[in-house]
């Protein structure tokens, strides 16, 4: 098994591409390596459905992590889906494991306590008792962990850029030098918070994007180094891309107003029907059924106002790969986010310049995919591909079978012969 390093630019999307293949370790890059420059994210384009679509081939619906935040109106603050207990799928680490593979992550999303070897799982403390060292040893590695937080954690400025990320890159480069994974996953996030503060295409984000060729350039000499540069399989990939917004929706507002909601101590007691957003879309749940049709009809009010680009029905949403069990499921209009919080005017100015969670299929809104190493074929491209496409690429990649995908194997960026011994075991994939 060649060793393979899978580096996530959250947030990089196809219209990166002009200013990325002008950098000089990106653009070498992308010159030599197996690439797809139009790839469509998963619905809704979160970061951690898109994140484990990737390592499982398969649609948020099918691995059960459907939004980034849990359903827990009674919090201030929702936790996350964190931990690996909630994904209902194959991943590649597991696989890897299961071969004899060594495996590490770097704040790759959903993969606290996932039994991967050397693991610094994205954990946020989300209760006053915690701090980020405690819930990052008790989801991950502890004594990896500790070694890291001791080595670069000056680095480190809680969750602000780019610090954040200069102590991603140094953990990877250290991971990589001294415990050489068999599978090593690592997630920058960089570009995505400075689009979310600043816009698209900001200044801030575009210095993101060139300080994110410098790690590239630094990972590179790094595998040098250790003597891996024909050996390693390098994979860069983006999750989703994100569109510029001024304005958020609040349908929570809109459902206390009606009593759909009830408030109890300050927070949300009891509902009948909820809205969980997923930035650029939102989730609409209903537990009295009755009430689909005036929620219907409220939701249709707001299209017509042009802050609702579509109202989907919860079977609508299913067949996209979204959650089953919502009863709606509204897509903003351009511009336009959607928030939790019930409290204030419906309709305000939005909080964040730009964001993600819409459409795969909005105009301008793709992300990338490149591998280069000894499985990819050099040089070769695939037009479009999904996301749920990579897991089963990726595992073809390793030797390993995630068994039976949303995706397929996308043969052409391979290469793979016809005696090599993994071709033998992914079966019906390829």
């Not at 100015?349 to 995919?369: K, V």
């Amino acid at each position: 098994m060649n060793p393979m390093i899978v580096i996530s630019l959250d947030a990089v999307g196809t219209e990166d591409l002009p200013l990325l293949k002008s950098l000089p370790n990106f653009g070498r890059f992308w010159r030599e390596a197996a690439v797809c420059e139009k790839v469509k994210s998963v619905y809704p384009s979160l970061t951690y459905p898109a994140h484990t679509s990737i390592v499982t081939g398969q649609l948020p619906s099918g691995h059960g992590i459907v939004n980034n935040l849990r359903i827990q109106p009674e919090r201030e603050k929702p936790d996350w889906f964190w931990q690996r207990r909630f994904v209902k799928a194959e991943t590649i680490y597991d696989q890897v494991k299961k071969q004899g593979g060594k495996t590490a992550a770097l704040l790759w999303p959903v993969t606290g306590r996932s039994g991967i070897r050397w693991n610094l799982p994205e954990v946020l403390p989300n209760r006053f008792w915690q701090n980020q060292i405690l819930v990052s040893f008790l989801n991950g590695s502890p004594l990896y962990g500790l070694d890291l937080e001791r080595r670069f954690g000056r680095l480190r400025d809680g969750v602000k850029q780019p610090a954040l990320d200069d102590f991603v890159q140094a953990s990877l480069l250290h991971t990589l030098e001294r415990h050489r994974p068999d599978l090593t996953l690592a997630h920058f996030t960089d570009v995505d918070t400075n689009r979310h503060l600043y816009g698209v295409n900001s200044r801030e984000a575009e210095e993101a994007l060139r300080r994110h060729d410098r790690r590239l350039g630094e990972l590179f000499s790094c595998l040098e180094r250790m003597g891996w540069s024909e050996k390693a399989n390098v994979v860069l990939l983006g999750d989703h891309y994100q569109m510029d917004v001024d304005r958020s929706l609040g349908l929570n507002c809109y459902f206390l107003r009606r009593r759909w909601i009830k408030i109890k101590n300050g927070r949300i007691g009891s509902w009948q029907v909820l809205a969980r957003e997923c930035d650029g879309s939102c989730y609409i749940y209903i537990k009295d059924q009755s009430l689909k049709k005036p929620v219907r009809e409220l939701l249709e009010g707001f299209r017509k106002q042009g802050l609702i680009r579509r109202v989907y029905t919860g079977r609508e949403a299913a067949s996209m790969g979204a959650d089953r069990t919502c009863a709606f499921m509204a897509e903003g209009e351009a511009g336009v986010c959607f928030r939790d919080d019930w409290k204030g005017p419906g309709i305000r100015r939005s909080a964040q310049r730009a964001t993600h969670g819409y459409h795969p299929d909005r105009e301008g809104y793709t992300t990338i995919f490149g591998g280069r190493g000894p499985a990819f074929a050099a040089g070769m491209r695939e037009e479009t591909m999904c996301l749920t496409d990579e897991g089963p690429t990726l595992a073809a990649a390793l030797g390993v079978s995630l068994g039976k995908t949303d995706g397929k194997v996308r043969k052409n960026l391979l290469f793979i012969s016809e005696n090599r011994v993994y071709n033998k075991k992914i079966g019906s994939n390829v």
